[in-house]
């Protein structure tokens, strides 16, 4: 391990250890699973919008290296290719929502929150505006991609459908066709109770077996009236038992039928509404304002006032106060979130073994396969130095905490949200090892040429 590895480690343990801080806290429930929410509220409203912000306002927008971001564009273009290739072959009955989630668990990477202090612990601080850049293909083309999918997956498949697919299904089955559940339920009840009076005549022999001499003889005959009385209970109870299951499943298809019925009855949005409400929420996201706002400060002050340029040493005058607001939110950023990631994961790993085919597979494809591609991609853009390596250890980098919120707020399915889940819990730990291993593995090979282990990235100076 090279000084490099060891940069990267006194990055990454503390991110780990805030992450154990985080799990403690809900395990001796310091916070409610609630605060979850708030907090990456938080950061998702205030904190990032802050960096991105800054990582663009500080820039010469003509100078910026925009072949950066035209990299990880091609990439989501490429893994979203794929991703329908594959939804269309698996058939799946939600293909908007399978190719979403598939989407997600493979793409959406984590560029800010762990990406800008694991490169600036290489780099220096200045490369945090490769993570913007990086980041900047996700809010104009995979954020609103997705969202559109989303939007027009909830008038070609109400929610409400797809949560009840799996359940209306054999329970109307059995209703439409004449086939009673209760039928079904007593046919069991008469196969149990012969079991349990074979089982009674098992006990009376091996009982009357077991009787001594100078028993008396009526003791045989009262062990097995009293087995008698029990299994007449015992049936009593499971019957009642029975039909109050049997009305409660058909209430849930009463229910399931009404609820249908209301979704029906609803008007859907026409796509000019759907189109409508997407543009309103990329465009208003915190992030995307961050962006805008990055870029008209950039336009309008920076390129003709030197006292706003935060890459300044000192900044002085509207600079200095403007750096220091945004500086408030943005150092919250990754250990706020990084806690937040460590109380999602109190009670949650066992999502990943319990889907752990499909976690393996993600996993692979977002932390091993995206940063090879970004490899041929970076030399064809003719992209090297610091600036290649960055590309590949930025895609080498776990899927955004976001990515469990939006999967939250448009899916119903809970293995949908394990599996997110699993990703963002277990990708963040392993992050440490294979942001490590990509990085040696470019040191031992020169990968996009030799660089001194003690370079810094300098952005490009205004021109």
Not at 146 to 153: D, K, P, S, T, V
Not at 309 to 315: G, N, R, S
Not at 432 to 445: D, I, L, Q, R, S
Request: charged share 20%; proline share 5%.
């Amino acid at each position: 391990m090279g000084e490099g590895a060891e940069r990267i480690a006194e990055v990454a343990v503390p991110i780990l250890a805030v992450m154990i801080c985080g799990w403690l806290s809900v395990h001796f429930q310091l916070f409610r699973e609630e605060a979850i929410w708030m907090f990456n509220t938080f950061v998702f409203t205030f904190g990032i919008p802050a960096l991105v912000f800054k990582g663009l306002a500080q820039q010469d927008l003509p100078s910026l290296d925009w072949d950066v971001a035209l990299v990880f564009l091609i990439l989501r273009i490429i893994f979203g290719f794929i991703m329908a290739l594959y939804t269309l072959v698996v058939r799946s009955f939600d293909y908007p929502g399978e190719f979403v989630f598939n989407y997600i668990g493979t793409t959406w990477i984590n560029t800010i929150i762990f990406g800008i202090p694991m490169l600036a612990s290489l780099y220096g601080p200045a490369v945090a505006v490769l993570n913007v850049l990086a980041a900047i293909s996700s809010l104009i083309f995979q954020l609103p991609l997705m969202l559109a999918i989303l939007e027009f997956r909830k008038v070609w498949y109400p929610s409400e459908i797809v949560r009840l697919k799996d359940i209306r299904g054999p329970l109307e089955k059995d209703v439409e066709t004449g086939t009673s559940v209760e039928g079904k339920d007593q046919t069991d009840s008469q196969a149990k109770k012969a079991s349990r009076k074979l089982d009674t005549v098992v006990v009376a022999r091996n009982s009357s077996a077991s009787v001594p001499q100078g028993e008396q003889p009526g003791s045989q005959q009262q062990l097995e009236l009293t087995s008698k009385i029990n299994l007449e209970e015992a049936e009593k109870g499971s019957l009642q038992e029975k039909q109050l299951s049997t009305v409660d499943k058909l209430d849930d298809v009463a229910m399931h039928k009404s609820t249908l019925s209301t979704v029906s009855q609803v008007r859907p949005k026409t796509p000019w509404e759907i189109m409508r409400d997407i543009t309103l929420r990329v465009f208003t996201a915190p992030p995307m304002i961050g962006i805008i706002l990055g870029i008209l400060y950039s336009l309008i002050v920076v390129s003709g006032a030197d006292y706003t340029d935060f890459a300044e040493p000192k900044p002085s005058g509207f600079g200095l106060y403007l750096n220091n607001f945004v500086d408030f939110f943005g150092v919250t950023v990754t250990p706020l979130a990084t806690f937040t990631i460590g109380m999602l994961s109190y009670g949650r790993f066992h999502h990943f073994t319990h889907h752990l085919v499909r976690n393996i597979i993600f996993i692979v494809i977002k932390m091993l396969l995206m940063p090879m591609l970004a490899i041929p991609l970076c030399m064809a853009l003719d992209i090297d130095g610091i600036k290649g390596r960055s590309a590949v250890l930025i895609a080498s980098l776990p899927i955004a905490l976001a990515s469990f919120s939006l999967t939250r707020n448009y899916y119903r399915q809970e293995d949908v949200i394990a599996v997110i889940s699993a990703q963002v819990i277990i990708g963040a730990i392993i992050m440490v090892g294979t942001f490590t291993a990509w990085n040696e593995f470019m040191n031992a090979v020169d990968l996009f040429g030799e660089i001194p282990d003690d370079a810094m990235f300098k952005p490009p100076k205004k021109k």
